[in-house]
């Protein structure tokens, strides 16, 4: 068992760097986006945004546009890229899929954070590692559909690929420096999402404003909802697996309500690593930013265990929570069943926010899409591209006939 970047013991390269870190970020509006953009803007001296994407938000567009006057935008809409280059004639703006792309890769820059929803932000991610960037990645998609891939074009162009999400931040934290030889199993936290004290039988009458209803974290509609199915964690297994070269069998999930220790890390002496601190993913985001140094959160909470008094722990339970069930599965199969159990994810959860299929079929979904699936072992990214594609037309098909 080896990291990616080094022979035994768990760091990345230091790079050289600007004096000011210039940052592209992918899904500037989104809710990763948004702190990512708060942590430029608090530290002037440290960073500076190069370029970003959004989708159709485009007073916010605006405003990140007028306040951080970055080289390049991208939006979804070509009319949308139209009419706000004539508001900022000094910004190139650029639009649709080959905009996400020019964001991305674009060469002036020495940080990609990508923080878009789903596996579009898979071919910018290969395209930015292809130019030498390091990735500060919050999309756990990219790895879960193509981790392989990732992974093996990073250690191709030395690049280090930085976790955001704040379960992988706390366990490259803990991992830093450490002989990854001598790891007995990587915890992951689950706060158990909306719907944690329910039972599957309770779970046939939620709704959606219910499923939103997060108890600690504040985040996006579709990362809500895979953290109240629990595919959230599944995913974050995956991407586990794929950032720090650990088979399954040494990747486990524990509940912990509090969110407050964001995983840790148990070594073969019993010795276990844990990270603290308060919900707060400008943490994690920041980190991944200033990495290998540490500078003072703004505006942030300190941890204070006196306060809290208790934590508390529970064994998973697979059966309450199938879609982390299904995810492991997926993982261990490896080829293109993550690709598919991933896309399949997205449609279900996007017609669940729609109100088309209620909560409890998302995973009825997913696993008759896993069922029907044959894995292509060794996948190319284009083969990885056509079997996502051709999973979301199946999803859509089944609810046709379901319907």
Do not use: C
């Not at 974290?217 to 629990?230: E, F, Q, R, V």
């Amino acid at each position: 068992m080896s990291n990616p970047f080094s022979n035994h013991f768990f760091s990345y390269p230091r790079k050289e760097v600007h004096m000011r870190k210039k940052i592209s970020l992918l899904g500037a509006t989104g809710s990763i986006g948004r702190q990512t953009i708060d942590i430029i803007h608090s530290n002037p001296e440290k960073f500076e945004l190069e370029s970003f994407s959004a989708g159709m938000n485009i007073n916010k567009v605006r405003e990140i546009a007028s306040v951080h006057q970055p080289r390049v935008v991208s939006v979804m809409r070509r009319e949308d890229a139209q009419s706000l280059k004539t508001e900022f004639p000094s910004i190139q703006f650029v639009h649709g899929d080959e905009g996400l792309l020019e964001v991305a890769a674009h060469t002036n820059s020495d940080v990609l954070v990508n923080a878009v929803i789903g596996s579009v932000g898979l071919t910018p991610t290969m395209e930015a590692i292809r130019v030498g960037k390091t990735i500060a990645i919050a999309n756990k998609e990219t790895l879960v559909a193509a981790g392989d891939i990732v992974m093996a074009e990073a250690r191709k162009h030395n690049v280090p690929i930085l976790p955001v999400d704040s379960e992988h931040s706390a366990l490259f934290q803990a991992l830093n420096g450490e002989n990854v030889k001598r790891v007995n199993r990587l915890i992951l936290t689950a706060s158990g999402g909306s719907f944690r004290e329910l039972t599957r039988e309770d779970l046939t009458r939620v709704t959606v404003e219910q499923a939103l209803a997060h108890p600690n974290w504040s985040m996006g509609n579709k990362l809500t909802i895979d953290s109240a199915t629990m595919m959230n964690k599944g995913l974050e297994v995956i991407e586990a697996h794929h950032l720090f070269d650990m088979p399954y069998d040494k990747i486990d999930v524990l509940l912990h309500k509090e969110s407050i220790i964001h995983s840790m890390v148990e070594f073969e002496d019993t010795s276990v690593m844990a990270q603290l601190g308060s919900p707060d993913m400008r943490v994690p985001i920041q980190y991944a930013l200033t990495y290998p140094d540490r500078i003072q959160m703004q505006n942030a909470k300190p941890l204070r265990l006196e306060e809290i008094g208790q934590l508390h722990f529970e064994k998973m339970d697979f059966v309450r929570f199938k879609a982390l069930a299904l995810a492991y599965s997926a993982g261990k199969e490896g080829g293109t069943m993550p690709t598919a159990m991933n896309a399949a994810n997205e449609i279900a959860v996007g017609l669940f926010l729609k109100g088309t299929i209620p909560f409890i079929r998302i995973e009825e979904m997913i696993e008759r899409i896993m069922d029907a699936h044959q894995t292509i072992a060794h996948p190319d990214l284009q083969t990885i591209l056509e079997t996502d594609s051709l999973t979301r037309k199946m999803v859509y098909a089944m609810v046709e006939l379901i319907i």
